[in-house]
């Protein structure tokens, strides 16, 4: 039987001998610097914990390995696999519906304030979804007053909307973007 200062003299040569190594094989298996550290940790406390038995062992590399393998495989079958830290974070943009209700809430107040046959005539057409043939029956129109009330509030709509401040441009600019 070797004494206890020898065995521990042993161990650490080992470590300095073949951590590096181990530490690439933990890094190949897992593919994340910081849990292959762990790994290592791990790999090499239960190798010291078993260093006793493995005294006679030819390989140790081979043992140690092995131990390695096991490990990570455990880790693997029980490890959640949900969110990772990381040194940068993803940019991805995250929908809230907050900016489609103040889009849809801007809008709503611009059609607010259209005269009302041509706020009438756009509701019909682009929120009922009406043919212009529709819209002058149920309004009491001819189809050439209905073409010409939607002209006119589009072009009201469009020159408002040029009208808004530059931060408001710049919001729905990069809304369109996404």
């Not at 611009?110 to 046959?117: D, K, Q, T």
């Amino acid at each position: 039987m070797v004494p206890a200062d020898d065995r521990e003299a042993q161990f650490r040569e080992f470590v300095s001998a073949r951590s590096a190594a181990l530490l690439r094989l933990s890094y190949l298996v897992c593919g994340d610097l910081g849990l292959a550290e762990d790994l290592l940790q791990t790999t090499l406390t239960r190798t010291y914990l078993a260093w006793r038995r493995i005294d006679g062992i030819d390989s140790l590399d081979a043992y140690s390995r092995r131990v390695l393998l096991n490990t990570a495989t455990s880790w693997w079958r029980r490890r959640w696999r949900g969110e990772r830290p990381t040194l940068e974070m993803p940019e991805r943009p995250v929908s809230d519906r907050v900016d489609q209700m103040a889009e849809r809430d801007a809008m709503w107040r611009l059609l607010g304030r259209l005269p009302a046959r041509q706020r009438a005539v756009i509701v019909l057409r682009y929120y009922e979804d009406l043919s212009e043939a529709d819209i002058a029956y149920q309004l009491g129109l001819s189809v050439g007053t209905v073409k010409s009330h939607a002209s006119r509030a589009l072009a009201t709509l469009r020159s408002r909307l040029g009208e808004q401040p530059a931060a408001d441009r710049a919001l729905q600019t990069a809304q369109e973007a996404q």
